[in-house]
């Protein structure tokens, strides 16, 4: 191989590796305050920010029938997800609750967002759930517990708003989680966090990530992504 060849292939290796680490990251643009939730993903707070897309099942197989927009957006006090969800059947829990978070409320519909602030101890995050009807759960999660799911217990604070256009089969989930629940640090323009999102789906619960976990399971840490917060979009990447 000569110079030039060799040249080009570190090229493309370079590139291949950038195109990778882009894939695992998920900015948050910064809002000058905070604002009533909303599921309209054509306002102009969500509008500023670029989405990432849950279109995968749990071993990388493509899903492009339940491709799920997730878009973030952060203040001094809080951070927000939307989420886009296209579905075919919803599966809801019976005789739901919405003024108390609902235990196992992940064997039904859900959109989810795993988030930690402790790149040391990666088995210690936390967990947001919300239900195509705006039921909740939030959990502190450590893996290193025999019984995980007991971080139910916890609460965040969180606040969640949800729409469902039937006609076309489509749900929004809007999420806005205080900093104090996630975070020691003071929010910052370059604070990262490990974050995977994720939803199941319709009676047979199909499971629909944006990391890959290639596990049966979501609680893969070793597989997150990163969430970054930044002032505004980077410039190649806006729309």
């Known amino acids: 191989m000569n110079g030039f060849a060799k ?21 948050s643009t910064k809002a000058n305050e905070d604002v009533p939730l909303t599921t309209n993903p054509g306002s102009s707070f969500w509008r500023a920010s670029r989405p990432v897309y849950a279109e995968q099942d749990t071993y990388g197989k493509p899903l492009p029938r339940y491709r799920t927009e997730i878009r973030s957006r952060w203040t001094k006090n809080n951070l927000y997800f939307l989420f886009i969800c296209p579905y075919e ?43 195509p009807r ?57 604070n990262e966090f490990r974050v995977n999102l994720f939803r199941s789906q319709g009676p047979d619960h199909k499971l629909i990530v944006w990391q890959p976990t290639m596990s049966d399971t979501f609680h893969v840490p ?15 990447k806006a729309k």
């Open 134 to 190: 705006g039921e909740w759960i939030d959990l502190d999660i450590d893996l290193s517990k025999p019984h995980h799911e007991e971080g139910w217990k916890w609460n965040s604070g969180f606040q969640v708003a949800t729409r469902v256009d039937h006609r076309a089969r489509i749900w929004y989930a809007a999420m806005q989680i205080p900093f104090s629940a996630i975070d020691q640090r003071p929010p910052a323009d370059g």
């Open 7 to 27: 040249i080009c292939l570190a090229l493309m290796l370079l590139s291949t590796i950038a195109g990778a680490a882009d894939n695992q990251l998920m900015e």
């Open 89 to 131: 059947k919803l599966h809801l829990k019976p005789s739901p609750h919405m003024k108390t978070e609902t235990f196992q409320l992940w064997d039904w519909d859900v959109a989810e967002v795993f988030i930690g602030s402790d790149f040391q101890n990666i088995r210690h995050y936390k967990e947001f759930e919300v239900s």
């Open 222 to 236: 070793e597989r997150f992504g990163i969430l970054k917060l930044v002032e505004q979009q980077s410039p190649a």
